[in-house]
């Protein structure tokens, strides 16, 4: 798997799942990781940041700015708090970008 594809794992999906719903426990976290899972091994990293944006609007019991709000409040601190030890390592928020772009 290359780099890029790394820093949107399975366990990357998981920790946005558990970050997001400590943000808003109505958010089913374990459903919306196995969705999001369930062909992420296939795809390239645009399109993981697509499918696990697709899960988000999927999953969060919320639209629009409260939507924005959950995930806002769902994202650590820094980057070091996030685990990225490289620039790749940051893509994992970029479905929180791409959620809200669309």
Avoid at 84 to 91: E, K, S
């Amino acid at each position: 798997m290359a780099e890029k594809e790394h820093a949107l794992s399975e366990n990357r999906v998981r920790r946005i799942g558990k970050e997001v719903h400590s943000a808003c426990p109505d958010f089913d976290a374990e459903k919306f990781a196995r969705d999001v899972i369930g062909d992420l091994a296939r795809l390239a990293l645009k399109s993981r940041i697509s499918r696990t944006s697709q899960g988000l609007s999927t999953y969060l019991p919320f639209d629009g700015l409260e939507a924005v709000d959950v995930l806002l409040r769902s994202l650590p601190s820094s980057p070091e708090e996030a685990g990225a030890t490289t620039d790749f390592g940051l893509y994992i928020y970029a479905p929180h970008s791409h959620f809200v772009a669309q």
